[in-house]
C-alpha cells in the first residue's frame, strides 16, 4: 500500500519566518504534488515533480519554493511566510490515475 | 477561476437515504473524473473514478454518473451510514494532455445522521 508521511504535522511561525515542509513517498512514484487545502477553495496545486531535480509550477505558486532531492523527497519552502499562507497542506504522490495524499502539516502563520 | 464546481456545499441525510453530490466543470479537454473522500484530520482518498468514456460507474453503495454534453457528473451514495460522513471532492483532469495534474472542486461536506 502507498505510503505518503509529512513533517512536522503542525507548525507555527511568525511573519518572515522561514518554513520547510517535509514529504516522503516510499513507493518510488515518479510523480509528487504540494497541496494547500483552505475551506471554499477545495485543494489548490502549489507545485508538483516527475522526478529527482524536476519542478513544475503548479496553480497557486507565488510565495512558494519546491524541490525534489530524490525519488522519495519532495520538499515545500516558504522563504518569507505571510499569514495569507495559513493552511492545511498535503503531499501526494501518484501512481497511474490514483493520488496518494499523506496526512497534511497544519501551518500558522501569526 | 473555479473550473470544477461541486453542490451543494454541505448536504445532511438520514440513515439509509441516498445523498446525491453535484459536480460540474468547463474545461471539454477533461477526460478522467475521481472522487475523493477524506474524513477529519486525514488526507483525501480515491473513492470511485470515471474516464469520459462511460456515462456511468458503480462500486458498491457509490455510483457516478456522467453526461458529457452537459459537463456534469454527480455522485450517489445509497444506504447513506453515518461512516460516510465525510467531505467529497469531484476532480477532474486531462490524462495525456496537461494531464498531469487534478483539478480539484471546493468540496460537499455530507453528514449522515443515524
Known amino acids: 500500500e502507498a505510503a505518503v508521511t509529512q513533517s512536522p504535522r503542525n507548525k507555527v511561525t511568525v511573519t518572515g519566518g522561514n518554513v520547510t515542509l517535509s514529504c516522503r513517498q516510499t513507493n518510488s512514484h515518479n510523480y509528487m504534488y504540494w497541496y494547500r487545502q483552505d475551506t471554499g477553495h477545495g485543494l489548490r496545486l502549489i507545485h508538483y515533480?516527475?522526478?529527482?531535480?524536476?519542478?513544475q509550477i503548479g496553480d497557486v505558486p507565488d510565495g512558494y519554493k519546491a524541490t525534489r532531492t530524490t525519488q522519495e523527497d519532495f520538499f515545500l519552502l516558504l522563504e518569507l511566510a505571510s499569514p495569507s499562507q495559513t493552511s492545511l497542506y498535503f503531499c501526494a504522490s501518484r501512481d497511474r490515475d490514483e493520488q496518494y495524499f499523506g496526512p497534511g502539516t497544519r501551518l500558522t502563520v501569526l | 477561476q473555479q473550473q470544477v464546481r461541486q453542490s451543494p456545499q454541505s448536504l445532511t441525510v438520514w440513515e439509509g437515504e441516498t445523498a446525491i453530490l453535484n459536480c460540474s466543470y468547463e474545461d471539454s479537454t477533461f477526460n478522467y473524473f475521481p472522487w475523493y473522500q477524506q474524513f477529519p484530520g486525514e488526507g483525501p482518498a480515491l473513492l470511485i473514478s470515471?474516464?469520459?468514456?462511460?456515462d456511468k460507474k458503480e462500486d458498491g453503495r457509490f455510483t457516478i454518473f456522467f453526461n458529457k454534453r452537459e459537463k456534469k457528473l454527480s455522485l450517489h451514495i445509497t444506504d447513506s451510514q453515518p461512516g460516510d460522513s465525510a467531505t467529497y471532492f469531484c476532480?477532474?483532469?486531462?490524462?495525456?494532455?496537461?494531464?498531469?495534474?487534478?483539478?480539484f472542486g471546493t468540496g460537499t461536506l455530507l453528514s449522515v445522521k443515524p
Open positions: 515533480s516527475y522526478g529527482a531535480g524536476n519542478l
Open positions: 476532480a477532474a483532469s486531462a490524462w495525456g494532455g496537461s494531464g498531469n495534474k487534478l483539478i
Open positions: 470515471i474516464s469520459s468514456v462511460s
